[in-house]
C-alpha cells in the first residue's frame, strides 16, 4: 500500500511540474487510486501453522476467474509451504460462497469461457487432493459452486439452522458435472445424491446434518472456526506423507476423472452451456435474481 502510494506521489509530482497551474490544481484535488483488495485473504496462525483462507468477494462471493485464479494460488503457496492445515471461510455473515458467477457463464465470449472452466477445473483439483487437512467452516448460504468447494474439503462445520446448501444444478436447467456427483456421493451416498440432484434440493442446515451433508453444525462462525481448528489438531501426530497418500487413494476416483478427462469436460461444458437454451435459461435466472 505504501508503495502505490509514493509512486501515486511521485506521479503526480512530476506531472505538476510540466502542466499548467490549473492543470496542477486539479491533479492535487484528485485521490489516490483505490487499493487492490484480494478476492482471497490468507492468515497463517503462528502457534498451529493452520491457514484461514477467506473469500472475499462481496457480496456473495460468487465465482469468477479471477476469485478461482487466487484461490488456487493460495492453495498452491499453502501447499509449497508444507501448511498444517486450511480453513476455507467467508468475509460475508450470510453468504459462504453463491457458487460459479453465472455472469462468467452468460453471454460470454469462448476464450473467456474456456479459461474460466479450465480454472474451476484446476482450482478444484487442488483443493481436492491437497496434501494438508481442509475443512469448510461455512457462515452462510452454500449453493451449488459453494457446495462444490465445502464437498471437496475433508470436513464441513456449518454456521445454522438458517443457511442452505446443496447442489440445486437442475432447478437452473444445467446439469451438475460428474465430478460434482463424485463429491457429493462420497459424502451422503448414492441414493441420497441421486434423490438430492435429480430435484436440485437445497439442504437447510439441520437437514444437512441428517443426511451427513455436513458434520456439524453449530451457531456462530467462531464456533465453526474453534471446532475446525479442533479438527486439523487431530492430524498433528499422523505422518504428513502416509495421510496424504491415504487421501489420494480415498479420492482416486474423483482425481483420476478430472486427471484423465479435464479437455473432454471442458468440450461438454463449453457446448452445453453455450445452447441457446441454456443461454436463455441463465438469462431469465439472472433476472430472477436481480428482482428479488
Ligand atoms: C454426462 C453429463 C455431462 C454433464 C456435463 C456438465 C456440463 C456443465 C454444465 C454447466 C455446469 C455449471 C455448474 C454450475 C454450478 C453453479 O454454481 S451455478 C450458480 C448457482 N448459484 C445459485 O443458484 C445461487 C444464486 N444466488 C442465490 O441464491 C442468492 O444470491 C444467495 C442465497 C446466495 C444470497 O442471497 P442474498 O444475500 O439475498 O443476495 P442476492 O440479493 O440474491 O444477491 C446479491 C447480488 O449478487 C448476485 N448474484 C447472486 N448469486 C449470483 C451468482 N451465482 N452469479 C452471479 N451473480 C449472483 C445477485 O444477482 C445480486 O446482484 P445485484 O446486487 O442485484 O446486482
Not at 88 to 113: C, H, R, W
Not at 125 to 135: G, I
Not at 221 to 232: G, L, P, R, V, Y
Not at 243 to 252: D, F, I, P
Request: with cysteine; hydrophobic share 40%; charged share 20%.
Amino acid at each position: 500500500m505504501a508503495v502505490v502510494y509514493r509512486s501515486w506521489k511521485a506521479l503526480t509530482q512530476n506531472a505538476i511540474l510540466t502542466r499548467s497551474v490549473s492543470n496542477s490544481l486539479r491533479l492535487y484535488s484528485q485521490k489516490p487510486p483505490a487499493p487492490v483488495v484480494p478476492l482471497v485473504n490468507v492468515e497463517v496462525d503462528d502457534k498451529s501453522g493452520v491457514a484461514v483462507v477467506t473469500l472475499n468477494r462481496p457480496p456473495v462471493n460468487s465465482l469468477n476467474t479471477p476469485l478461482l485464479t487466487e484461490l488456487g494460488a493460495a492453495i498452491k503457496n499453502l501447499e509449497d509451504n508444507k501448511s498444517r492445515g486450511m480453513i476455507l471461510t467467508s468475509s460475508s455473515d450470510t453468504v459462504f460462497s453463491a457458487g460459479l458467477d453465472i455472469l462468467e457463464m452468460y453471454n460470454t465470449p469462448k476464450d473467456q469461457l474456456s479459461a474460466f472452466w479450465t480454472t474451476l477445473q484446476s482450482t478444484w483439483l487442488s483443493l481436492y487432493r491437497s496434501s494438508f487437512p481442509t475443512v469448510a467452516a461455512i457462515n452462510g448460504h452454500s449453493p451449488a459452486g459453494g457446495c462444490l468447494l465445502a464437498l471437496s474439503c475433508e470436513y464441513r462445520v456449518m454456521v445454522g439452522p438458517k443457511f442452505s446448501i446443496g447442489l440445486n444444478e437442475t432447478q437452473l436447467g444445467i446439469v451438475a458435472p460428474p465430478w460434482f456427483v463424485i463429491c457429493m456421493r462420497d459424502v451422503i451416498g448414492h441414493r441420497q445424491t441421486e434423490l438430492a440432484l435429480t430435484t436440485g434440493r437445497l439442504f437447510s442446515a439441520p437437514e444437512a446434518l441428517k443426511i451427513g451433508l455436513i458434520d456439524s453444525m453449530v451457531s456462530n462462525k467462531a464456533e465453526a472456526m474453534a471446532e475446525a481448528q479442533k479438527f486439523i489438531t487431530q492430524f498433528a501426530k499422523i505422518p504428513p506423507l502416509a495421510r496424504k497418500l491415504t487421501k489420494e487413494s480415498v479420492r482416486g476416483e474423483g482425481i483420476r476423472y478430472m486427471e484423465d478427462n479435464m479437455i473432454d469436460d471442458l468440450q461438454i461444458f463449453m457446448d452445453l452451456v453455450t445452447q441457446p437454451k441454456i443461454q436463455k435459461g441463465l438469462e431469465m435466472y439472472l433476472a430472477t435474481l436481480k428482482k428479488k
